[in-house]
């Protein structure tokens, strides 16, 4: 029952995570292709216990889906404050007039 | 019909408690209902028109699904209460607390980044916009 438990989960996991595959390559702005990815790494955290089951060492594939996570989140937080730093390249040869599409309230 | 199923798989799966098909049937439950919040998250991916709608979808699906499947599975490997059983169970539900405080926050900045990076959520007149366009086009 435990293998064919995991075998189901794993392989429905895989299925659902071809939407999100389209989400990263057909996504209108970056922000969305990280978000994609965000997604598929926690999930890979759990596809990681689940080959661990199917090969009945649990105990190693738990401390890496551990590390994955935590890279996976490291990754995200870099992303993020690597993007919120960026200022478009024509935008930065002439500063102090940096137009905002709305204004913010 | 139940009785028997219970049998049997008690019967291969644990040595002879029938407590263990309850452990084992409730993590099953656990993943099938962590299947169904990805399945969501999923077609939210897809479906919503706004960068923000979809974090909405990605972050709080994602969250409760990962949670739920690594619980799941945290019972489902239990057999016995020996200590390396007992430290497999601690090491996922430590996974799943490390996801719990980690997949919001990474959630919070990506959406802090997005929104000072100049991308405005669409407004009542933009989905307007996009459902009259999407009908003449359908029209045609």
């Avoid at chain 2, 599975?73 to 016995?80: A, R, T």
Wanted: proline share 4%.
């Amino acid at each position: 029952m435990k293998e064919w438990f995991a075998i189901i989960m794993g392989a429905s996991l895989l299925v659902l995570m071809i939407p999100i595959l389209y989400r990263i390559i057909a996504g209108p702005t970056g922000f969305d292709r990280i978000l994609g990815v965000n997604v598929i790494g926690t999930k890979t955290a759990v596809i990681l216990v689940i080959i661990g089951t199917l090969f009945d060492r649990v105990d190693m594939f738990v401390d890496f889906a551990i590390a994955y996570a935590l890279l996976n989140f490291v990754g995200a937080i870099v992303v993020s404050r690597y993007f919120n730093r960026t200022v478009p390249l024509q935008e930065m040869e002439k500063p102090k007039s940096r137009p905002r599409r709305r204004a913010r309230t | 019909m139940i009785e028997c199923i219970a049998s049997t798989v008690v019967a291969t799966e644990s040595a002879n408690n029938p407590g263990w098909f309850l452990v084992h049937a409730v993590g099953v439950a656990m993943g099938t209902v962590g299947l169904v919040f990805f399945l969501g998250t999923a077609v939210g991916m897809v479906r919503f028109p706004d960068f923000y709608t979809r974090m909405h979808a990605a972050g709080k699906g994602d969250t409760l699904s990962t949670m739920l499947m690594l619980g799941g599975f945290g019972l489902v490997m239990m057999e016995d209460f020996s200590l390396g059983s007992w430290l497999l169970l601690l090491k996922i539900l430590g996974i799943v607390l490390f996801i719990f405080i980690t997949t919001p926050t990474s959630s919070h900045a990506l959406m802090r980044a997005a929104f000072e990076d100049d991308e405005m959520p669409l407004g009542e007149n933009d989905l307007e916009k996009r459902r009259r366009s999407r009908r003449g086009s359908s029209a045609k």
